[in-house]
């Protein structure tokens, strides 16, 4: 492993493609398709299996539940991955040990297929692996190139998402198949073997890697700054940052103990929104007391980052519409008719089909057609074009439960157009989206606001569970069916305007957003 101190010198050299990648990118193949090939399964394997002795008509809303609580659990524990890796271990050890605790999770899921609090126990395991690299691999990926080649970094980050997609298909249209024919150990099992390949992998390009070592304590860090500005007096001034910041701890602690039918997973996560938000809304008006008393580049390091987390912030509307082709999607296909063969889940392999095809085309002709025409699409575009996208593709679906409600019958190919959309909104966001957190990130902090990014996803998913939670109240099931709509088409209408309304705000700010380039200096 070659020990790299980020240098600040810039050597101008022709961009050449680092040989290590190869490595990475084949090592998260084998990750999503373990990753995928349990998650695209576990709603069908706790619909038929682990939940059975519940009544039925509770089984698909705690189906729901227990998945979207998985996924809020992978994606909030890369804020723990990034800081390990950020301050003690460095990313390349951080990877590494924790791939060790998604295989034991994997071993669980195959072992405890009976036993609800062992399976249970696997999805934790899983989620904090899974998350807990999550932030990092694609980080250690940017790691990999300096000013020098930096051109190429979207090309691999595109590759690299491509890569996870091209496992995801064959998860997703292998594993439901493998449910049925030999059951849970099995179905569970080979998604293990395969995480286990993807550890080896990664280790194999050990020496060939470029190791960006954990940045030392710094007195001037973002929490030191943030602290700072909140608790700072300015003489004349009131101190209304911090009265802010304290409300969020208060309705993070009332979120925690006095909103009555979520899950201690759902109350903690809205803590934490409670608190980031409030806090960092607070911290951003007092922000310029900290001038003096840390370095102005930490300051304008902070207010950058504050920036960043704004735009983060507007894409979890997204995140919460893509997710639940797992879940609503799927529960929608059990209504609609389809060949014997073929299992609802299935449908899910349709979306990493269509980034293999949407990634190159993209690239290749799309990008080239518009930029020949004078449409320069920018990452902020592309992401906010993703937004909207979303939001189309739920209305299509939104439209389509109408129809099934009415007791009309629909072919499960009518899925095909949401699924195209919201794909095509998937590539806009999240490829682009990759490689734009990581430029925007300053050196010191690329592992955290990488995790950032992963717990937009969080957020997203905790959005679905507040919905589903409020449906659940008498008084706004009955307000929906005055509606004439039933609930299941309320919420298909309900998160297609929250994506739209999101991705309208989400131009907006962008306008005013100042791009950063944060790779490292070649040498």
Not at 111 to 126: D, T, V
Not at 237 to 252: D, E, Y
Request: contains cysteine; proline residues 4%.
């Amino acid at each position: 492993m070659q020990q790299v101190p980020v240098k600040s010198s810039d050597k101008a050299a022709t961009p050449k493609m680092p040989g290590q990648i190869p490595y990475i990118i084949a090592s998260e193949g084998c990750e999503r398709f373990s990753f995928y090939g349990m998650r695209n399964i576990l709603t069908v394997f706790l619909m038929t299996s682990l939940l059975m002795s519940m009544p039925e008509p509770l089984r698909a809303g705690m189906a729901k539940e227990v998945f979207h609580t998985f996924v809020i659990g992978v994606y909030f524990f890369p804020l723990l991955g990034g800081w390990l890796a950020d301050r003690y271990f460095g990313k390349f050890n951080t990877v590494l040990w924790l791939s060790l605790v998604y295989c034991a999770g994997h071993a669980c899921l195959a072992i405890f297929e009976h036993s609800r609090n062992g399976f249970f126990f696997g999805l934790f395991l899983i989620a904090l692996g899974s998350g807990g690299i999550k932030p990092l691999v694609s980080s250690f990926i940017g790691d990999q190139f300096d000013q020098s080649n930096r051109s190429l970094a979207q090309k691999v980050f595109d590759g690299f998402y491509w890569i996870i997609n091209f496992g995801s298909f064959f998860a997703s249209l292998l594993m439901p198949i493998f449910l049925k024919q030999f059951g849970a150990s099995v179905a569970f099992g080979i998604p293990g073997i395969l995480m286990f390949i993807a550890t080896l992998l990664f280790w194999a390009g050990r020496k060939k890697y470029v190791i960006v070592p954990p940045a030392a304590k710094n007195p001037h860090g973002f929490l030191s700054v943030v602290r700072t500005a909140l608790l700072a007096e300015a003489p004349g001034q009131g101190r209304g940052g911090l009265f802010l910041a304290c409300a969020g701890g208060v309705l993070a602690l009332g979120s925690m103990f006095l909103i009555p039918g979520i899950s201690i997973v759902a109350a903690l996560c809205l803590a934490l929104v409670f608190v980031l938000g409030f806090g960092g809304v607070g911290a951003w008006m007092q922000l310029e007391r900290a001038r003096g008393i840390h370095p102005d580049e930490a300051v304008d390091g902070v207010r950058a980052v504050l920036r960043l987390l704004v735009l983060f912030a507007l894409v979890t509307p997204f995140w919460s519409l893509f997710d639940q082709k797992a879940s609503t999607w799927v529960l929608q296909a059990d209504q609609m008719t389809k060949p014997e063969w073929f299992q609802s889940s299935m449908m899910q392999s349709l979306n990493p089909a269509l980034v293999m095809i949407l990634i190159p085309f993209n690239n290749f002709v799309l990008y080239p057609l518009l930029g020949r025409m004078g449409l320069e699409l920018t990452a902020l575009r592309r992401m906010g074009a993703g937004i909207a996208f979303s939001g189309l593709a739920w209305i299509v679906v939104g439209l389509m439960q109408l129809s099934l409600d009415e007791g009309n019958t629909l072919s499960i190919t009518w899925q095909i157009l949401p699924y195209a959309l919201l794909t095509f909104g998937e590539v806009l966001v999240s490829a682009t989206g990759l490689e734009f957190a990581y430029s925007q990130a300053p050196l010191a902090m690329k592992g955290v606001i990488m995790s950032f990014w992963s717990l937009s996803v969080t957020i997203g998913n905790l959005w679905v569970l507040l919905a589903n939670s409020s449906v659940k109240s008498a008084a706004v099931s009955e307000q929906i069916k005055q509606t004439g709509i039933s609930v299941t088409g309320f919420q298909m209408f309900f998160f297609a305007g929250f994506a739209l309304l999101a991705a309208l705000l989400f131009a907006l700010y962008a306008r005013t957003y100042k791009l950063q380039n944060n790779y490292r200096q070649a040498g």
